[in-house]
């Protein structure tokens, strides 16, 4: 829509709807079935979305996931503590609660991936240096700059 925005010349509200409307005049019909058919396939997935299903997406978060992620967490506090020739240690739930996964030596830090770069929103309320990693064929790429 930024694109169209920029070709149109007119200035009020009244000339763009004119404007629009005259070029794509079944554009928003189109976008409207779209969407219906997506809320629709939404509805079909809710109905089968049961117990069951629910324990076992718990389960993998719980064992599965959580696991890896500690692992994760536990090497690249390793091998950051390493690099400043100290000591580090998991975080407690009370550091957790703030988004703190651990310590390098004293100091609070917070592991994501780097995709959270772009995403200030998730990270406004953590107060902790951050360690950033890219998971890699051949490992893990870590930045962090405390």
Same mark, same amino acid.
Request: hydrophobic share 40%; net charge negative.
């Given at each position: ?8 010349? +007119? ?21 409207t079935d ?14 089968? =979305? ?18 890896? +992620? ?18 580090y240690k ?9 988004? =703190? ?5 004293? =100091? ?34 870590i930045g962090?700059?405390?």
């Open positions: 829509m930024s694109d169209l925005i920029q070709e149109f010349e +007119g200035k009020t509200f009244e000339e763009w709807v004119i404007w629009y409307q005259e070029r794509y005049s079944d554009a928003i019909e189109k976008a779209k969407v219906f058919e997506m809320v629709e396939s939404f509805k079909k997935s809710i109905e089968l =979305i049961d117990k069951r299903l629910i324990s076992e997406w718990v389960e993998d978060l719980v064992l599965n996931k959580t696991f890896a +992620g500690l692992n994760f967490q536990e090497a690249i506090l390793k091998k950051v503590a390493e690099s400043k020739k100290t000591t998991f975080s407690t739930k009370e550091g957790e609660s703030k988004g =703190i996964d651990g310590y390098i030596d004293t =100091i609070p830090v917070s592991i994501k991936l780097s995709t959270y770069k772009t995403q200030n929103h998730l990270l406004e309320n953590i107060s902790a240096n951050m360690i950033f990693y890219d998971k890699k064929k051949d490992g893990l790429v962090f700059d405390f």
